[in-house]
């Protein structure tokens, strides 16, 4: 079993730039995918970055691409989202997950705890 705890979250006004972190620890195999997803109030969980387990890609939800960025520290076992200029619409609790293979949140098995991302208009 893997655990995975995330870190970074914060509130922010509209512009401002964060860093999420997410660890993984545990039973990390080769090629675990760890991913980025997020859930606003009242709305679905949504995908924001992953890589692609087939392909090595990553790959972005198209309302972040171009102000977000994935980046992995694999001696680390952990993965980093930056955000830049944040939007009031990027508000969320923000998830990590890992052991998938993409976009597709139920191929994830496992799931960190959430940190919240506010940001003020």
């Known amino acids: 079993q893997v655990q995975l705890v995330e870190s970074g979250g914060g509130l922010v006004q509209a512009g401002a730039s964060l860093r999420l972190s997410c660890a993984a620890s545990g039973r990390v195999y080769e090629n675990y995918v760890m991913g980025w997803f997020r859930q606003a109030p009242g709305k679905d969980r949504e995908f924001v970055a992953a890589r692609m387990w087939t392909s090595r890609d990553i790959v972005y939800a198209d309302s972040v691409k171009g102000r977000f960025t994935i980046s992995e520290d694999n001696a680390k076992n952990t993965v980093y989202l930056q955000m830049n200029s944040l939007k009031p619409e990027d508000t969320a609790v923000y998830y990590c997950?890992?052991?998938?293979?993409?976009?597709?949140?139920?191929?994830?098995?496992?799931w960190g705890q959430g940190t919240q991302v506010t940001v003020s208009s």
């Open positions: 997950a890992g052991g998938g293979r993409g976009p597709k949140g139920y191929e994830y098995h496992d």
